[in-house]
């Protein structure tokens, strides 16, 4: 499975991005897939998954009623729609994925496909 992210930039305080990652290799629907970031001196850390039917999805409490999770199994697509960003958000957020037919793990052991990772930047 490949994944490639992409859509990252430089944003406002308060402002919006969405990121898109396509799945190749392998159809998304049996997939789990979630999204992570690092930022520069730490871990990487979990931000939200989402089940391969996309009905169950899971946040990090930081970014829950900002950031949303979608996904669209036709375009082997998941998606990352960051809202009113703050500049703690800047990180590399990568896209990672695993085979499951339930849940999606916040654990990022789990995940055994990872995108290459895609910059956002928030200024104050």
């Known amino acids: 499975v490949q994944l490639q992210a992409y859509g990252g930039g430089l944003v406002q305080a308060g402002g919006f991005l969405r990121l898109p990652c396509i799945a190749s290799?392998?159809?998304?629907?049996?997939?789990?897939m979630g999204w992570f970031r690092q930022a520069p001196g730490n871990e990487r850390e979990f931000v939200a998954a989402?089940?391969?039917?996309?009905?169950?999805?899971y946040y990090e409490a930081s970014v829950k009623g900002r950031f949303a999770i979608s996904r669209d199994n036709a375009k082997n697509t998941v998606y990352l729609q960051m809202n009113s960003l703050k500049p703690e958000d800047t990180a590399v957020y990568y896209c990672?994925?695993?085979?499951?037919?339930?849940?999606?793990?916040?654990?990022?052991?789990?995940?055994?496909?990872w995108g290459q990772g895609t910059l956002v930047t928030v200024s104050s």
């Open positions: 990672a994925a695993y085979a499951s037919s339930a849940g999606a793990a916040k654990n990022k052991d789990w995940y055994d496909f």
């Open positions: 290799g392998r159809t998304s629907s049996s997939l789990a």
């Open positions: 989402s089940s391969s039917s996309g009905l169950s999805t």
